[in-house]
């Protein structure tokens, strides 16, 4: 298995309260990815990052920041977690982009917001 | 939006039946993967099928890939228990001013009884 930790593995929180999942990689990969899943949606993705400080947003942004100030730990922020944002987080990580290549997954993170 | 979708949505068969699971998609691709997850867990890589290829093998599972019908089929032969999890396609696109891109669909929960 890729080594990519997710911590924590299960929170449950407040509306209205900030939250930071965390996602460290050992393959020294340049990509990560931060997804969310959901019943009816499939996987969609948050934001990505590109190398150190380089960051994007993805097609469920809204709400979410990222920060990536090592190249094995990739944070995703919720600033202020609405019950929406309720969800299982997978990050995961792909050594190339240009090649399309297949990305490693986490075990994922399952976020409860009451 | 998604691009995959998977159908169909669930299927049950007997321990030693074959499964097959199709995909459909909308817009052109530079590969795509098909990816299994286990209850709880995350996402691993099963087989990846480049555009210009029609079939690929990998043990007992076969990828077929027709790129004017935007649709692929995954088939697992001889299935056992351990079979048994969602599967998901994603396609995968890369484009100059986005990098590399994937999207996935809602998955087949496949269940195989002993």
């Known amino acids: 298995d890729a080594g990519i930790t997710q911590s924590p593995r299960h929170k449950v929180t407040e509306t209205g309260t900030p939250v930071t999942l965390r996602c460290h990689q050992t393959e020294n990969h340049r990509y990560m990815y931060w997804y969310r899943q959901d019943p009816g949606h499939g996987l969609r993705l948050i934001h990505y990052s590109y190398g150190v400080k380089d960051t994007d947003k993805g097609e469920v942004s809204d709400g979410y920041s990222v920060s990536r100030s090592k190249t094995e730990d990739f944070l995703l922020t919720l600033e202020s977690a609405t019950s929406s944002q309720t969800s299982v987080y997978f990050c995961?990580?792909?050594?190339?982009?240009?090649?399309?290549?297949?990305?490693?997954f986490g075990d994922g993170t399952r976020l409860s917001i009451l | 939006s998604q691009q995959g979708e998977e159908d169909p949505q669930a299927l049950s068969i007997q321990e030693g039946e074959n499964a097959t699971m199709n995909c459909s998609y909308k817009?052109?691709?530079?590969?795509l993967q098909w990816y299994r997850q286990n209850s709880g867990r995350g996402l691993v890589h099963l087989i990846l099928?480049?555009?210009?290829?029609r079939e690929k093998h990998s043990g007992r599972l076969r990828v077929t890939l027709d790129t004017s019908k935007k649709s692929s089929s995954l088939l697992i032969t001889a299935s056992r228990a351990a079979d048994t999890a969602s599967y998901f396609c994603?396609?995968?696109?890369?484009?100059?001013?986005?990098?590399?891109?994937?999207?996935f669909g809602e998955g087949t929960q496949l269940t195989v009884n002993p």
């Open positions: 817009t052109s691709i530079n590969n």
């Open positions: 099928i480049r555009s210009n290829e």
């Open positions: 995961a990580i792909s050594e190339s982009e240009i090649l399309c290549q297949p990305q490693h």
């Open positions: 994603a396609t995968a696109l890369f484009m100059e001013t986005s990098g590399s891109r994937l999207t």
